[in-house]
C-alpha cells in the first residue's frame, strides 16, 4: 500500500503579543479550501511552544504570521528550534508587515518564504506546495 | 531514521518519533503494517478515555482540564483530538489544540490532532490506531476527543475503556441526543457549564434516561457491534453493566470546578472493569470491532485495486444500470470474484 | 403628485426607459451591492422613503432621535477634533511626536501603546522582548508618563488612551500625572478605550476573562462618574471589528450589542443609567463605500438612541447621544502605489464628516508598510484640514439628509443590525455570542469573503489587482531603534531601585484584598500608581486573582 492518506498539515500560528489575526485566519481557511489540514495555535505563541505543537503534530509547514515588528526577533528563533530538535524538514513561511529590508535577513534564518500584504492566497498555496520538504 | 528506529524511540516515548509514527499510521504509508506488527505488543497498558458530547459543548476544555489533574498525580496523557475533514475539499481546521496549547511545553502531555479524513463516525478511521502508538508509546492515559455530532458518536464506545459523555444546559435539543441512543455509550456523565442555568434539568433527564434503559439493557451494548457477540461476552457484559452504575458529575471545565471528580470516575470505572473481569470483554469489542473494519477494508481495498475485479464491476455495473440484474445480485456476484 | 401616480410613473420608467437603455447597453453587474449584501438599486424616488415619517426618524440636530447629529449646529460651531492616533518607541519620542502634531494643529491627543502594555506587561518581561515600543509607547510606570505629557497641559488638551485591559492602571496614571501639573481631575477631558468586549472578539489585547473585566469596567464607570465627570469612560468600539473584517451592519450590530452589555453590567452593578449614559461614546470605521458608511453613521445614531431611551428608560437626553470618534479604514489601504492612500483616505473622511462625527483620525499613506512617518501624518492631518476649511461640506447639518437613498439605506441599515441585535439577545447577549464564538465567527466569515471577492477580481482594489505597476517600495519609512527594549529596562531597573519599596508592596497588598473582595478598584489602583508601582505589578496582581482569560476560535 502506499501513502495514499497523506496530507499537507500546516501550523498556523502567531508568535509574540500580536493580536492581529485576520491575515493568519484568512490565509488558514484558504489553506483548508486548498485540502491541507490546518492547525491553528491561537495568539500569544511563543516560540517554544509553536516548536512543541508543530512535532507533535508532525506538520509540513510552519506558517506564521506577525504584523506587530517583531518578527526580527521572534521567526529566527522558531527556526533555530526546529532546527535543534532535528526537524528542520519543515517547511517555514512567515507573513504580515515585514520591511522589505527584513527580508533577506529571515530567509538566512531558514524562512522560506516572506508574505507580505497583497499576496494573494493562492500563491501562498502554491508556494507551500511546490516547497514541502518532505 | 528508518522505521525500526523509529519504533524504537518512539516506544522511549521520544516525541519527535512517536510524532512521526502516528503520521506513519495515520497516513497509511508505506509499510505501515510493519511498524504496527512492532508496536502492537506493546499496547493495552493505557487507560483509553473517550470524550464525546455536542459541539461547543466544552470538550476541548474539560480534555485540557483533564490532563492537567492527570499530571498533577504523576501521570502522563496523550491526546487524541478529532475534528471534521470538509467533505468538499478534503481539509480541515483543527481546533481543539488551542484550548490545550498551555501543555505544550510538558513532555508528560502530547497532543495530536487529527481530520476525520472522510470518515463518519465521530472519529477518523486512523484514530484507533493513533491511540494504539500512544499506548505503546507509555502514556498512562490516552484521551480521545471526538468530533461530537450526536448519532454517528457511538464509534467511541468500541474504542474507549471509558466513555464520558458531555452534556451541557441550554443547548436546546440536549434532550434530543439523550433520547437518540447515544446515552447508552456514557459510562461517565459529565453536565458541564454548571454555571448555566438548567443543570439541573438536564442532570434529572439523564437520571431519567438512565433509568429506563437500566430496566432492560444495562448500560453496555454498542450500537455499532459489527456482528452477534458470543454467549459468554454477552453474558460478562451484562455482568459489569450491572456493577458500573454511571454516576452524573457536574463540571465547570472553564474553571476546573468538578474535572478532579471527572477523572477519579474514569478512574473508579476502571478498576469497576477489572475487578469484574469486563475489561477484557471492552478489549476484546475493540478488537473484534476493529479487525472486522480492516478486513472490510482489505476487501474493498482489493476490489479497488485489482484490474480484474474492477472489469468485473464496471460489467456488473452497467447490467444493474439497464436493470438486466438488481445491485444486490451484482454485490454478491463481485463479492465471491473477490473471496475467490 | 400622489404616491399612487409615483408608482405608476416608476414603474413605467423602469420597464420604459430604462429597461430599454439596458437592453441595448448592459450594466456593468448584474446586481450591485454594499459590504452587507444590501442591494444598491439604479433609482432612489420618494417610494423608498414612505416608510419613514421626518418627525419620529429624522428629527432635528440635537434632538431625539439624533439620527442628524447630536449638535444642534454641528461644525457651524466647532469642527471635530483632529486627533492621530500616535505613539512608538520610548515616552520621549511619542512626546515629541505630540508636540509636533500639535504644532501642525491637531486638536486632540491620541495615546498608541505598545502591545506589551496592553496587555500588562513590564518591559522586562520575557513575553515583551521584541515586542516594547514596536507599534506604540512603552509605558511601564508613572514616571514614563509623566515623560509622555511633558510640556502638555492636561487641562488644555483632551487625550484619547487607547487602552483596555489596564485601562484603570492607565488612566489613573493620567490623574496622577494631572496632579503633579496641578490640574485637578474633575478638569480632565479625554477617553479611555475600556471595551474589552471587541478585544475578545477582534482585537486580541485581553487579560482577564469576561465577568472580572466587567467590574473593572464598571469600576471605572462608578468611579468617573464622581471624581472625573468629564471623562469618557468608555469608546465602544466597532472600528476594530470592521476591521477584523466585519461588514458595515455587522459593525453597528456587534458594537451596539456590545454597548448593552456594558450598559446591563452598569445597571446590575447598581448604577442608574443616566449616571454613566452620557459618558458612552463610541468608536467607529470610515470604510469606501461613502453613501453607506454615512448611512452607516446616521443608523447607529438612530438605533442607540431609541435602544437607550426604549430598552433601558434612560431620561437624559445625554445618555441617548451616540457620540463617536472615526477613523478611516486602515485595511483597504495598500502597500503597492502607497500614495493612492491619500486619495482613499480622503474619500473615507469625507464619509466621516458627512456622517457627523466627533473626532477623526485618518490614516497614512504608509499605512500597510510601516508605522506613519512625520511627512505621512501630516499629509493626513492636512486632509483632515482641507475638507474642514476648503471643501465646505462642515457649513450645514447633516447635508446628506433627505436623498432617497441616503434615507432608504439608513433604515436599512438600522434595520439589519436591529435584526442582528435580536439574534445576539436569543444567544444572551453579546458575551454570551463572543463566548459560543459567534460574532468571531460572522466576523471571519466576512474577512475571508472580502479577501476571495478580491482574489478573484470581482472586486477591484486599484493598484492592487488592477493598474498595477513596477515599483520601488518608498524609502522614509519609520524604524523603531531595536534598542528601545533595553533602554525601557534600564529605565525600570532604575525605578525599582529608587522607589520606596515597602509603599510599593503595600500598596499592591492592598489591591489584592481589595480584588479579592468587593471595593472599587479604582482608589487602590491610584495609591499603587503614585507610589510608582509599574504596570506589571499591577496586572500581575489581577492576573493571581482573576485568572487570565482563554479565547474561544470558532471553527
Ligand atoms: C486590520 C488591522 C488592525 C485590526 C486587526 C483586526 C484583527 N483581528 O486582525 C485592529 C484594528 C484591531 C488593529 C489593531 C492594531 N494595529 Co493594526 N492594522 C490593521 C491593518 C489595517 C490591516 C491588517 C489586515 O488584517 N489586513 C488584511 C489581511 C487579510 O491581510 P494581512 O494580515 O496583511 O495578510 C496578508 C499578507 O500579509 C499575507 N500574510 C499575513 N500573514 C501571513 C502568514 C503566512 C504564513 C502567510 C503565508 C501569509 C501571510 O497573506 C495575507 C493575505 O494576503 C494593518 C495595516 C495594513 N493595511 O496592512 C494595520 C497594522 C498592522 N496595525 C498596526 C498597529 C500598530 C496596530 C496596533 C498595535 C496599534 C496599537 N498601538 O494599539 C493595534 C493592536 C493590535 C494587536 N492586538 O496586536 C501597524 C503595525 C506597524 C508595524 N508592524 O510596524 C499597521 C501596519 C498599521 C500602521 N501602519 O500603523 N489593526
Ligand atoms: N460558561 C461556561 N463555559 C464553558 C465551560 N466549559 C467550556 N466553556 C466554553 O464553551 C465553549 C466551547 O468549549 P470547547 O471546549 O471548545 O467545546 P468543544 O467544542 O466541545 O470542544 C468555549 O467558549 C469554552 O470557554 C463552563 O464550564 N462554563
Ligand atoms: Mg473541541
Same mark, same amino acid.
Given at each position: 500500500m502506499m501513502d495514499e492518506g497523506r496530507k499537507i498539515r500546516v501550523l498556523v500560528a502567531k508568535p509574540g503579543l500580536d493580536g492581529h489575526d485576520r491575515g493568519a485566519k484568512v490565509v488558514a481557511r484558504a489553506l483548508r479550501d486548498a485540502g491541507m489540514e490546518v492547525i491553528y495555535t491561537g495568539l500569544r505563541q511563543t516560540p517554544e511552544q509553536i516548536v512543541a505543537a508543530a512535532i507533535q503534530e508532525d506538520v509540513d509547514v510552519v506558517a506564521m504570521s506577525i504584523l506587530s515588528g517583531a518578527h526580527n526577533y521572534l521567526f529566527p528563533r522558531v527556526t533555530q528550534l526546529l532546527r535543534e530538535r532535528g526537524a528542520d524538514d519543515v517547511l517555514v513561511v512567515g507573513g504580515g508587515i515585514i520591511p522589505d529590508e527584513d527580508i533577506p535577513g529571515l530567509q538566512e534564518c531558514g524562512i522560506a518564504a516572506v508574505f507580505t500584504p497583497g499576496t494573494s492566497t493562492g500563491d501562498t498555496v502554491k508556494f507551500i506546495r511546490e516547497n514541502i520538504k518532505r | 531514521m528508518d522505521w525500526q528506529e523509529i519504533v524504537s524511540r518512539a516506544l522511549s516515548r521520544e516525541v519527535r518519533a512517536v510524532s512521526r509514527l502516528i503520521s506513519i499510521v495515520e497516513d497509511r504509508r508505506a509499510g505501515f503494517e510493519d511498524v504496527y506488527a512492532a508496536i502492537y505488543p506493546r499496547t493495552g497498558r493505557a487507560h483509553v478515555i473517550g470524550i464525546t458530547g455536542p459541539p461547543g459543548s466544552g470538550k476541548s476544555t474539560l480534555v485540557d482540564k483533564i490532563a492537567a489533574e492527570y499530571r498533577s498525580r504523576g501521570k502522563t496523557v496523550g491526546i487524541v483530538a478529532v475534528d471534521p475533514t470538509s467533505p468538499f475539499t478534503g481539509g480541515a481546521l483543527l481546533g481543539d489544540r488551542l484550548r490545550m496549547q498551555r501543555h505544550s511545553l510538558d513532555n508528560g502531555v502530547f497532543i495530536r490532532s487529527m481530520g476525520t479524513r472522510g470518515h463518519l463516525g465521530g472519529l477518523s478511521r486512523a484514530t484507533s490506531g493513533v491511540v494504539d502508538v500512544l499506548d505503546a508509546a507509555g502514556y498512562d492515559y490516552v484521551v480521545i476527543e471526538t468530533v461530537g455530532v450526536g448519532q454517528s458518536e457511538v464509534e467511541i464506545a468500541s474504542l474507549a475503556d471509558t466513555v464520558a459523555l458531555v452534556q451541557v444546559p441550554g443547548l436546546g435539543d440536549d434532550i434530543q441526543v439523550i433520547k437518540a441512543g447515544v446515552m447508552e455509550i456514557g459510562d461517565v456523565f459529565v453536565v458541564n457549564k454548571k454555571d448555566r442555568p438548567g443543570v439541573e434539568r438536564v442532570v434529572a433527564e439523564i437520571r431519567m434516561s438512565l433509568d429506563l434503559a437500566g430496566k432492560y439493557s444495562g448500560h453496555h451494548g454498542p450500537a455499532t457491534a459489527m456482528a452477534a457477540a458470543t454467549a459468554t461476552?454477552?453474558?460478562?457484559?451484562?455482568?459489569?453493566?450491572?456493577?458500573?452504575?454511571?454516576?452524573?458529575?457536574?463540571?465547570?471545565?472553564?474553571?476546573?470546578?468538578?474535572?478532579?471528580?471527572? &477523572?477519579?470516575? &474514569?478512574?473508579?470505572?476502571?478498576?469497576?472493569?477489572?475487578?469484574?473481569?469486563?475489561?477484557?470483554?471492552?478489549?476484546?469489542?475493540?478488537?473484534?470491532?476493529?479487525?472486522?473494519?480492516?478486513?472490510?477494508?482489505?476487501?474493498?481495498?482489493?476490489?479497488?485495486?485489482?484490474?480484474?475485479?474492477?472489469?468485473?464491476a464496471e460489467g456488473l455495473a452497467w447490467k444493474v444500470a439497464r436493470r438486466e440484474i438488481d445491485p444486490y445480485a451484482a454485490g454478491r456476484d463481485l463479492r465471491e470474484l473477490v473471496v475467490s | 403628485m400622489n404616491q399612487g401616480d409615483l408608482k405608476g410613473e416608476y414603474g413605467r420608467w423602469k420597464s420604459g426607459t430604462y429597461g430599454k437603455a439596458c437592453a441595448r447597453f448592459p450594466e456593468r453587474r448584474e446586481r450591485f451591492?454594499?459590504?452587507?449584501?444590501?442591494?444598491?438599486?439604479?433609482?432612489?424616488? %420618494?417610494?423608498?422613503v414612505e416608510r419613514i415619517d421626518y418627525l419620529d426618524d429624522l428629527g432635528f440636530p440635537g434632538e431625539y432621535p439624533y439620527t442628524r447629529g447630536v449638535q444642534p449646529t454641528m461644525y457651524r460651531?466647532?469642527?471635530?477634533?483632529?486627533?492621530?492616533?500616535?505613539?512608538?518607541?520610548?515616552?520621549?519620542?511619542? @512626546?515629541?511626536?505630540?508636540?509636533?502634531?500639535?504644532? $501642525?494643529?491637531?486638536?486632540?491627543?491620541?495615546?498608541?501603546?505598545?502591545?506589551?502594555?496592553? +496587555?500588562?506587561?513590564?518591559?522586562?518581561?520575557?513575553?515583551?522582548?521584541? /515586542?516594547?515600543?514596536k507599534v506604540g509607547v512603552a509605558i511601564d510606570s508613572l514616571a514614563d508618563m509623566e515623560t509622555l505629557f511633558d510640556g502638555i497641559p492636561l487641562n488644555k488638551v483632551s487625550t484619547s488612551m487607547t487602552i483596555n485591559a489596564p485601562a484603570s492602571m492607565l488612566l489613573a496614571m493620567y490623574i496622577a500625572v494631572a496632579e503633579k501639573q496641578g490640574v485637578p481631575a474633575d478638569k480632565l477631558n479625554g477617553t479611555i478605550q475600556n471595551d474589552i468586549l471587541k478585544e475578545y472578539a477582534a482585537r486580541g489585547t485581553y487579560i482577564y476573562p469576561p465577568k472580572q473585566s466587567m467590574r473593572l469596567i464598571t469600576n471605572i464607570f462608578e468611579y468617573c462618574s464622581k471624581n472625573v465627570p468629564r471623562w469618557n469612560t468608555i469608546s465602544i468600539s466597532g472600528y476594530h471589528i470592521r476591521e477584523a473584517g466585519a461588514t458595515a451592519v455587522q459593525e453597528v450590530a456587534f458594537t451596539l450589542a456590545d454597548g448593552i452589555a456594558y450598559v446591563k453590567a452598569a445597571i446590575d452593578a447598581g448604577l442608574d443609567v443616566d449616571d454613566f449614559g452620557p459618558r458612552l461614546s463610541f468608536f467607529f470605521n470610515a470604510h469606501n463605500d461613502l453613501f453607506e458608511e454615512v448611512a452607516k453613521f446616521r443608523a447607529a445614531r438612530r438605533l442607540w438612541a431609541r435602544i437607550m431611551r426604549d430598552r433601558f428608560g434612560a431620561k437624559d437626553r445625554k445618555s441617548m447621544q451616540l457620540r463617536f470618534h472615526t477613523q478611516t479604514a486602515g485595511c483597504t489601504l495598500t502597500a503597492q502605489q502607497p500614495d493612492n492612500n491619500i486619495v482613499r483616505v480622503t474619500l473615507q473622511a469625507l464619509a466621516a464628516v458627512l456622517g457627523s462625527t466627533q473626532s477623526l483620525h485618518t490614516n497614512s499613506r504608509d499605512e500597510a508598510l510601516a508605522l506613519p512617518s512625520q511627512d505621512s501624518v501630516r499629509i493626513a492631518l492636512r486632509t483632515q484640514q482641507i475638507i474642514a476649511y476648503e471643501s465646505g461640506v462642515a457649513d450645514t447639518v447633516d447635508p446628506l439628509a433627505g436623498s432617497y437613498y441616503i434615507e432608504a439605506l439608513t433604515d436599512e441599515i438600522e434595520q439589519k443590525a436591529a435584526d442582528y441585535i435580536q439574534r445576539i439577545d436569543e444567544i444572551g447577549g453579546a458575551p454570551a455570542a463572543i463566548e459560543r464564538g459567534f460574532i468571531q465567527a460572522e466576523i471571519e466569515?466576512?474577512?475571508?469573503?472580502?479577501?476571495? /471577492? +478580491? /482574489?478573484?477580481?470581482?472586486?477591484?482594489?486599484?493598484?492592487? @489587482? !488592477?493598474? $498595477?505597476?513596477? /515599483?520601488?517600495? %518608498?524609502?522614509?519609512?519609520?524604524?523603531? !531603534?531595536? #534598542?528601545?527594549?533595553?533602554?525601557?529596562?534600564?529605565?525600570?531597573?532604575?525605578?525599582?531601585?529608587?522607589?520606596?519599596?515597602?509603599?510599593?508592596?503595600?500598596?499592591? #497588598?492592598?489591591?489584592?484584598?481589595?480584588?479579592?473582595?468587593? !471595593? @472599587?478598584?479604582?482608589?487602590? +489602583?491610584? !495609591?499603587?500608581?503614585?507610589?510608582? #508601582?509599574?504596570?506589571?505589578?499591577?496586572?500581575?496582581?489581577?492576573?493571581?486573582?482573576?485568572?487570565?482569560?482563554? %479565547?474561544?476560535?470558532?471553527?
Open positions: - | 461476552a454477552t453474558a460478562t457484559a451484562a455482568i459489569a453493566a450491572n456493577a458500573w452504575h454511571p454516576p452524573i458529575l457536574q463540571t465547570m471545565a472553564e474553571s476546573g470546578e468538578g474535572v478532579a471528580e471527572v &477523572c477519579e470516575a &474514569c478512574d473508579a470505572h476502571m478498576r469497576c472493569l477489572v475487578t469484574d473481569n469486563a475489561l477484557v470483554e471492552r478489549r476484546f469489542r475493540r478488537a473484534r470491532s476493529e479487525t472486522m473494519k480492516i478486513a472490510s477494508d482489505l476487501i474493498w481495498r482489493g476490489l479497488a485495486d485489482d484490474a480484474r475485479t474492477l472489469g468485473a | 451591492e454594499g459590504s452587507s449584501g444590501i442591494e444598491v438599486k439604479p433609482l432612489y424616488t %420618494p417610494l423608498d460651531g466647532r469642527f471635530w477634533t483632529m486627533r492621530q492616533y500616535a505613539g512608538f518607541a520610548t515616552a520621549e519620542e511619542s @512626546n515629541r511626536r505630540y508636540k509636533y502634531l500639535l504644532e $501642525q494643529g491637531q486638536t486632540g491627543l491620541s495615546v498608541a501603546f505598545d502591545l506589551p502594555t496592553q +496587555i500588562g506587561y513590564d518591559s522586562d518581561h520575557e513575553l515583551s522582548a521584541g /515586542e516594547v515600543g466569515e466576512s474577512a475571508y469573503r472580502y479577501q476571495m /471577492e +478580491i /482574489e478573484s477580481g470581482q472586486r477591484k482594489i486599484v493598484g492592487l @489587482n !488592477d493598474f $498595477q505597476i513596477e /515599483e520601488e517600495r %518608498p524609502s522614509g519609512l519609520l524604524k523603531v !531603534d531595536p #534598542a528601545v527594549g533595553d533602554l525601557q529596562c534600564r529605565k525600570l531597573e532604575e525605578l525599582r531601585a529608587k522607589r520606596d519599596g515597602a509603599t510599593v508592596e503595600a500598596s499592591l #497588598a492592598a489591591l489584592k484584598r481589595a480584588a479579592e473582595g468587593s !471595593d @472599587n478598584l479604582m482608589p487602590h +489602583i491610584l !495609591d499603587a500608581v503614585r507610589a510608582y #508601582a509599574t504596570l506589571g505589578e499591577m496586572c500581575g496582581v489581577l492576573r493571581d486573582v482573576f485568572g487570565e482569560y482563554k %479565547p474561544t476560535v470558532a471553527y
